[in-house]
């Protein structure tokens, strides 16, 4: 009374569980990547030179307050690009400070144009000042 089945393991496999899916499914990409894949190089070749280790603290320092990595730092140093620090939080709270200043100063002015134009000026001067220190920050 013994009934052989003919199925195979893979009939078998997928009854057990449905939600196997099965290999020859659609694929998205059939040609696959129309652009090839371009490999960077970066920059490969080491340079070495020697300083003090007072040198080379100081080149971290100021290479960590322009948010650079040292040898970023140290090339464009050498050739001459612009490298600007950035804030800290006091220079940033001396920043907005400044802009408060003129701003209340040129108002201050504003008051008196009808009544003292030669106070006024004076006022005016001040927020000038102020405001090309404020420029100064910006370079």
């Not at 322009?66 to 970023?72: F, Q």
Request: with cysteine; aromatic share 10%.
């Amino acid at each position: 009374m013994g009934v052989v089945l003919n199925i195979s393991e893979t009939e078998l496999s997928m009854g057990r569980n449905s939600r196997c899916v099965s290999v020859d499914t659609f694929s998205f990409a059939p040609e696959g990547r129309k652009e090839k894949k371009r490999v960077f190089k970066g920059k490969g070749d080491l340079v070495k030179f020697r300083c003090s280790v007072y040198e080379k603290k100081l080149l971290n320092i100021k290479a960590a307050r322009s948010g650079l990595t040292l040898s970023e730092y140290i090339r464009r140093s050498l050739f001459e690009q612009e490298i600007t620090e950035r804030f800290t939080e006091e220079h940033i709270e001396l920043y907005k400070m400044l802009i408060k200043y003129h701003n209340n100063f040129k108002s201050i002015g504003n008051m008196f144009k009808k009544r003292n134009p030669k106070l006024m000026e004076e006022v005016h001067a001040l927020a000038n000042d102020i405001k090309a220190h404020l420029n100064k920050f910006q370079l």
